[in-house]
């Protein structure tokens, strides 16, 4: 599993929202975008995460970067998620995991003993060029939204 890096090009991505409207990473360019990857909806280490990027929607929006979360749910899944919990971002289905693997989010787990292949909870702040800025792999539901804050206001080394 390659890991992305400050510096390199976001993969782009052309997926599904929980409205069935379709999100390119194209279409955001000119934003900093902060893209998270999740297990699955509704579960509570997804839920405590969504809720944190929700939570500093306004701050995220001060700073002009656009949040956006992917797990491989069906739309209809993560629609269902926005809606319990006004999460108000898009919600992107990579049900075929494609998107996951090409950021280095798709791999083996354990659980309980079991081996397993899934998601595993990173997230990534993008420039307005489309360039990786941050990389933050393994990361803490409560620590995504706070990891972009800092990103933006530690200056570069």
């Not at 991505?13 to 297990?39: N, T």
């Not at 970067?65 to 992917?70: K, P, R, Y």
């Not at 990389?135 to 939204?145: G, M």
Request: charged share 30%; with cysteine.
């Amino acid at each position: 599993m390659a890991k992305l890096k400050p510096g390199d090009k976001a993969p782009s991505f052309k997926l599904m929202d929980q409205s069935g409207k379709i999100v390119k990473l194209s279409d955001l360019k000119g934003k900093k975008v902060l893209l998270y990857f999740y297990p699955k909806a509704d579960t509570p280490g997804c839920t405590k995460q969504a809720c944190s990027v929700r939570d500093a929607g306004t701050e995220l929006e001060v700073d002009g970067v656009a949040a956006i979360g992917i797990s491989p749910d069906k739309p209809e899944k993560q629609k269902k998620f926005d809606e319990k919990y006004e999460l108000g971002f898009p919600l992107l289905s990579d049900e075929d995991h494609s998107i996951a693997t090409a950021y280095g989010v798709w791999g083996s787990k354990k659980m309980y003993g079991k081996s397993y292949e899934g998601i595993i909870r990173s997230s990534f702040l993008i420039d307005e060029k489309g360039m990786i800025l941050q990389a933050w792999y393994k990361v803490s539901p409560a620590d995504t939204a706070p990891n972009v804050s800092k990103a933006l206001r530690t200056p570069p080394k």
